[in-house]
């Protein structure tokens, strides 16, 4: 059963633009919501974080937006560079002991210049 | 630097063959975590570990695979008997339960095992 549904698959973005990768969850106990960018032959590593008390995170030039009554988040690239081009991750977890992530299968961002 | 290590890199092993992975955590880290990544797809949990305590296996670990900290430091994931199927980037990650940053999981490089 997948619990977190990440779209699209893949994303060709010109320099300088917007990328926007989208999720969904299922389950309610989720509490928190990473995202992480992996280049590839490397783990992934953490990008941005948000928890459901707050609708919107910002960081540099990635956002995080959060909806917890459709249990949809997203990730903002603004001004997307070629040095963005890897795989976004999204994921989920309950806090707490059972803090495993539960993944997105990812979305391929390809930045042109 | 001292982020999550893992050792070896890469692995190939012929079928049947048994496999050892090793993590090291980042220091001070108490909870170590097991995921592993297939080609395409993002990394599924497999196990973790609250210092030396396995407190959580997915229904993914076989019982062909164990995995131990026996000091609440580093710890291994063994495999037994390799299929192809296990064929896979084993991902190890840590975080701590305390601290301003108690929720976030660091992930190692992780091990390529191909099993042929």
């Known amino acids: 059963q997948q619990q977190v549904k990440q779209s699209p698959q893949s994303l060709i973005v010109q320099k300088g633009g917007i990328s926007i990768i989208n999720c969904a969850y299922e389950n309610t106990a989720f509490d928190y919501f990473p995202w992480y960018q992996q280049f590839p032959g490397k783990g992934p590593a953490l990008l941005i974080a948000?928890?459901?008390?707050?609708s919107e995170k910002k960081e540099g030039r990635f956002t995080i937006s959060f909806n917890k009554s459709a249990k949809q988040f997203s990730l903002h690239i603004m001004d997307s560079q070629p040095g963005d081009s890897a795989t976004y991750f999204c994921a989920a977890s309950p806090t707490g002991t059972a803090s495993k992530l539960t993944f997105g299968t990812g979305t391929r961002l390809q930045v042109t210049l | 630097d001292t982020g999550v290590s893992q050792d070896p890199r890469h692995k190939i092993t012929k079928r049947g063959q048994n496999v050892t992975f090793r993590c090291d955590p980042i220091s001070e880290h108490n909870r170590l975590y097991w995921y592993r990544q297939t080609l395409g797809q993002g990394p599924e949990f497999l196990t973790y570990?609250?210092?030396?305590?396995?407190?959580?296996k997915s229904r993914l670990l076989s019982d062909r695979f164990s995995a131990e900290r026996p000091k609440g430091s580093f710890s291994t994931l063994e495999i037994q008997r390799t299929e192809q199927g296990d064929s896979a980037m084993y991902l190890c990650?840590?975080?701590?339960?305390?601290?301003?940053?108690?929720?976030?999981?660091?992930f190692g490089p992780g091990t390529r095992l191909l099993v042929l």
């Open positions: 990650a840590s975080s701590s339960t305390d601290g301003p940053t108690w929720e976030t999981q660091y």
């Open positions: 570990f609250q210092n030396e305590a396995q407190l959580e």
């Open positions: 948000i928890r459901p008390d707050v």
